[in-house]
């Protein structure tokens, strides 16, 4: 018997399935795969910066109509006249909501008999105001809020300079302050 040894090589050899894994019939599902997932990114990317910049828009907003209260706001809170004292204090809760208004509501009270003792009369005026954060329902916000006193105590006026931050919170349509922290 007589064999023959032929060369074979594995570039001659033909498979008629594909090897798991990288045939050309996989090659096709892969691309879909691949660019469905590329398109699902590209989509959630595009979704994640339009709200973004949407809600970007609306702290501005915010941001915006809390810069345009504040000085009124600041000015009622920390104002008061012995003369007119329960209509000062009647205007600073205007501005104020929640627990803050409790609080503000305390202080004013406590603060009734000897401001009318003192003959009291403290001016607040806002000369600096700047954001500190923003969103689309709260607002934080730096003053600067110089105060001018009067009393029977002090000769002449007294000028306290103030840095306070607001926190302001819309409720009922209109921004109130929600926080008072001095600096």
């Known amino acids: 018997m007589d064999m023959a040894v032929t060369d074979v090589h ?19 599902r892969r691309a879909v795969l ?4 590329a398109i699902a990114v590209v989509v959630g990317v595009g979704w994640f910066l339009w709200f973004d910049r949407a809600r970007a828009g609306e702290a501005e907003a915010a941001a915006r109509e809390c810069t345009a209260v504040a000085p009124a706001a600041a000015t009622a809170l920390f104002s008061y ?3 007119t ?6 205007s600073g809760r205007s501005f ?6 409790d609080e503000y509501a ?3 009270a406590s603060l009734k008999e000897a401001a009318v003792k003192e003959q009291a009369v403290v001016t607040a005026q806002v000369t600096g105001v700047s954001v500190v954060t923003a969103a689309p329902d709260r ?6 809020v110089n105060q001018y006193r009067r009393n ?3 000769t002449g006026e007294k000028v306290d300079q103030n840095r306070v931050v607001l926190t302001l919170v819309r409720t009922g349509g209109a921004w109130k302050v929600t926080a008072v922290s001095a600096l």
């Open 96 to 101: 104020a909501a929640g627990a803050f208004a």
């Open 81 to 83: 006249d012995y003369r």
């Open 106 to 108: 305390r202080t004013t």
């Open 152 to 154: 029977v105590n002090i």
């Open 34 to 37: 691949a660019l469905s997932l």
């Open 139 to 144: 607002v934080e916000l730096l003053l600067f």
């Open 10 to 28: 594995v570039d001659d050899v033909q498979e008629d399935e594909p090897r798991d894994g990288d045939g050309p019939a996989r090659r096709p």
């Open 85 to 90: 004292f329960d209509a000062s204090a009647a």
